[in-house]
Each structure stands twice: as structure tokens, then as C-alpha cells.
């Protein structure tokens, strides 16, 4: 992201559409822009994201906040569809500020934005209900892509930190740390999971398992009864936490 000689952004938004956050305005289909409100402290990071998004179809920046708390006030009038929201920051972290906002706009995908692939942090934010993880050296089609997939329902990371998740996975094998799938997990459940966790896309995991999609959709909602999931981002988060190795 290019922040040479970017003028200083105000942490405030434009006038949005009237509609509750995170719905679509009144009279409008399904094919209108992606409504993104970018968070970050420091406004050459929001200045970069903007520049790169201007450029992306179908994806409108409508605001700008500095901080969590100006974030979360600033959800209800912005109605923005995604929030990228930086992890560290004064006056209410990221995660605080998306878990906030998700409480109150559940609609609304959060994707958690960090300098670093610090692993726990990761964790953190994809337990607190964030749709992806990226880092800001993240290049501007992989953030269009992220908030494409946050709207499709799906999660999506940056490639550095799946790779590190999964290296993670192999040096636990190597180490002779327990990392064996619960026993009440099947064999195509365990695989249907780590490819979850990997991002791949239903039909994805379908061609890649010879199964159909709808198959796909059946293991993954018997993964989410089994395992006390209510969504795809808590199933990674539970992958993460039980150190289930990549196959």
C-alpha cells in the first residue's frame, strides 16, 4: 500500500444509505458496491487501504475511524457491510471493538487487519468472531478478495499466516506432540475440517475429496453439531486450539 505524501484522514464517515448495519438500503439488489469502513490508528495505514480499494469494482470505502470505540459509534450510521479493523489500538483494541460490534450489528463481517501473524492473536480474533485475518503488508487484490469471501459467509486468511498455522501442525508432528483428531470425528470429517481451515471454498473441498457439494455441507454442519460450532470461524478456532496437524 502506497503512503507517500497521503494527507492526513479524519477520522469520520460519510452520511450513509438508510438501513440498519450491515443490510442493504431499501430498493437496492444484491449487486450494489460492498459498504467498507476501514479502522486503524494510524491514518497512512487508512489512507493506503483506500487508495488500493478506490480502485477495486463493486467495493466503496464509506468512512474512517481511528479507534475501536470510533468505530463501533460509528457502525449505526456508516452501515458499512465489512470493517476492516486493525488488532492494536488506543482506546478500545480491535478485538474488543469487533467482538462489540458483531454483538451489536451481527450482519456486519469484521476482518481483523495486524502488522504481525502472531499465531495467538489469530486465535484470539477468529474466536471473537472475526471473518478473516489479514496482514497490512497484505497487497490489494488479497484485501478485495478477503472482504469478497467475508461476504460470501466464509473465512478468509492471509496465505503467510494459513502456511504458518499449518507449519505449526507439522512441527508438533515432528516434536512428537499429540495432535491425533478426537476419536469421535470421522476420517472424511477430520479432512472435510482441515480444509476448511485451509479456506478453501465448498466446491473446492468437493473436487478435492470426490465428493459432491452438498455432501460437503453435510459433514460440515454435522462438524458444527458435534463439535458446539455455530459457524466456520469457530470451527477453525477449535482446529487451532486442538493442534489437529495438517494431512
Not at 431499501?26 to 483506500?50: A, E, N, T
Not at 480499494?53 to 452501515?79: K, Y
Not at 462489540?100 to 463481517?109: G, W
Amino acid at each position: 500500500m502506497n503512503s507517500t505524501n497521503a494527507p492526513q484522514s479524519r477520522a469520520t464517515g460519510q452520511q450513509a444509505s438508510q438501513k440498519p448495519a450491515g443490510g442493504q438500503p431499501v430498493g437496492q439488489g444484491p449487486s450494489r458496491s460492498i459498504r467498507v469502513m476501514l479502522v486503524d490508528d494510524h491514518h497512512l495505514v487508512r489512507y493506503g487501504l483506500r487508495l488500493s480499494l478506490d480502485q477495486e469494482p463493486g467495493i466503496t470505502v464509506v468512512g474512517e475511524a481511528s479507534c475501536g470505540r470510533s468505530a463501533l459509534e460509528m457502525t449505526a450510521g456508516l452501515a458499512p457491510d465489512v470493517v476492516l479493523m486493525d488488532i492494536r489500538m488506543p482506546n478500545m483494541n480491535g478485538i474488543d471493538a469487533l467482538g462489540q460490534i458483531l454483538e451489536q450489528y451481527p450482519k456486519v463481517q469484521v476482518i481483523a487487519l495486524s502488522g504481525f501473524a502472531d499465531q495467538a492473536v489469530v486465535e484470539q480474533a477468529i474466536q471473537a468472531g472475526a471473518a478473516g485475518f489479514l496482514l497490512k503488508t497484505s497487497p490489494a487484490t488479497e484485501i478485495a478478495t478477503a472482504i469478497r469471501t467475508a461476504m460470501e459467509g466464509r473465512i478468509f486468511l492471509s496465505p503467510d499466516i494459513s502456511n504458518g498455522i499449518i507449519d505449526s501442525f507439522c512441527k508438533q508432528l515432528v516434536c512428537n506432540v499429540p495432535a491425533a483428531p478426537p476419536s469421535h470425528l470421522s476420517e472424511r470429517e477430520v479432512q472435510v475440517l482441515r480444509l476448511v481451515v485451509e479456506g478453501l471454498k465448498t466446491k473446492d473441498i468437493a473436487a478435492r475429496l470426490g465428493i459432491g457439494p452438498r455432501t460437503v455441507e453435510t459433514y460440515r454442519d454435522h462438524l458444527k453439531k458435534k463439535l458446539h460450532c455455530t459457524s466456520n470461524s469457530q470451527l477453525i478456532s477449535w482446529t487451532i486450539q486442538e493442534g489437529i496437524a495438517a494431512a
